[in-house]
């Protein structure tokens, strides 16, 4: 039995076959009623198309492996979108229910308030990260405690040595005689292998104050003692003089002068 297609339909539809033979063929409003033995015996999709606009299925021709009877299918074609309705653009009477409701000037203090907002929360979140990194670097109460040491002068007789403690170091403190004082100044500066004169390692002259670690791997010398009534370091045999200056053996430096001041008013050395 012959298929039926709506007159509607043929007036607009173009369909295209592809053959067994592989040449493409058109099938206009004419050739809808052809006899049966003029439709090409393909299994092959087809692309149709209604005014410029493709189908929303393709169109298959069939036949059977005899000339008995033959099967025609079609798609109805894809529904053009009306953009005055679809959904993406509002109509009229939303756009209006907008104007009449959306304060733009309330929308942007809004967004600036919660801009601030996070801002000074981001700022103080970092402001705490930084405060306590910082802590945890910083030097320990008994670290601090031992920042500054405080010596009192009476304590000390003259031509006594007193060793004391700062920041892990021995610190050598000497209440010199007149003739200590005067030893020192006259040992000239050619003699001595780092030119220091005594002058520039005391603040007093009665009173020097030095570390009492060897200039030459760090040992502690032994105070009235070497052949210049010094400081001797064993370990090595460095002789230093009563101003704690280099003159013999391998350290290479005098001993070295830490930061002080004298408290006038409490009669005490600070040491830091």
């Known amino acids: 039995m012959a298929s039926k297609v709506a007159p509607s339909l043929l007036s607009s539809r173009s369909w295209v076959s592809r053959p067994a033979t592989g040449i ?21 999709h087809v692309a149709a198309n209604i005014n410029g606009a493709y189908l929303s299925s393709k169109t298959t ?4 492996s005899s000339i008995a009877g033959q099967k025609r299918f079609y798609a109805s074609p894809v529904k053009q979108v009306d953009y005055d309705a679809d959904v993406a653009v509002p109509p009229s ?16 203090n809004f967004a600036y308030f919660m801009i601030g907002t996070y801002s000074f929360i981001g700022a103080a979140a ?38 004391i403690k ?33 002058a520039d390692r005391t603040k007093k002259p009665e009173w020097l104050v030095m570390l009492g670690v060897c200039t030459h791997l760090g040992c502690v010398p032994i105070g009235e003692a070497g052949e210049y009534g010094g400081w001797f370091c064993p370990c090595h045999g460095s002789h230093y003089d009563i101003s704690g200056r280099i003159r013999k053996g391998p ?3 005098n001993l070295e002068i830490p930061a002080y ?3 006038e008013s409490d009669g005490k050395i600070v040491i830091g």
Request: aromatic share 6%.
């Open 166 to 198: 700062w920041r892990g170091k021995p610190v050598f403190i000497r209440h010199r005689t007149a003739d200590e004082i005067a030893e020192a100044n006259s040992v000239s500066l050619s003699e001595l292998r780092d030119p220091e004169t005594d």
């Open 93 to 108: 009477d939303q756009e209006a229910y907008r104007l009449r409701n959306t304060d733009d000037i309330a929308h942007r």
């Open 251 to 253: 350290a290479p430096l």
């Open 126 to 163: 970092a402001k705490n990260i930084v405060t306590d990194y910082l802590v945890h670097f910083a030097a320990s109460a008994d670290v601090l405690a031992l920042a500054k040491v405080e010596v009192d002068m009476a304590s000390i007789p003259e031509g006594k040595n007193v060793i």
């Open 24 to 44: 493409p063929r058109v099938l206009g409003a004419a050739s809808a009623g052809a006899p049966k033995s003029s439709v090409p015996n393909v299994a092959k």
């Open 61 to 64: 021709f069939t036949a059977p």
């Open 261 to 263: 001041e004298f408290n």
